[in-house]
């Protein structure tokens, strides 16, 4: 992908529309069948300033790279202790190509430039019913007593 487009030209170019965690998204496979799906993809685009909330699916999802600034993943499977993940193509810099995020586990993420865009698998596929949102206060609280 050209070094030059801005944002709102990949938005255009890859019809994203907005997402209700933040940023622009377009859904590119549901995998069919009966009942829920095996799998699900998504492109999704973070502008600088864009933030994806907290929130946790009830499925394994599985980010991947593919444009633009590196992005911050942090990822919380218990509300309290963090992991924090650098999405990007500079895998000497110790930037990761994919990451993945276990099923439940809470996770943000923010673009670390003027946009970013990466793909998500869900598998099982994204539902909805299996999507929460943190309140906009919300944070990973650390334990206490360690």
Known sequence: ???DLDAAEVIRRLGLQPHPEGGHYRETFRDAGPGRSASTAIYYLLQHGENSHWH???????WHWYAGAPLALTISPDGHDISGHHLGPDIHLGQQPQVVVPAFAWQAAV???RWTLVGCTVAPGFDFAGFEMAPPDWRPRPRTGR
């Open 56 to 62: 946790r699916v009830d499925a394994v999802e599985v």
């Open 111 to 113: 673009s670390l430039g």
């Open 1 to 3: 992908m050209s070094a």
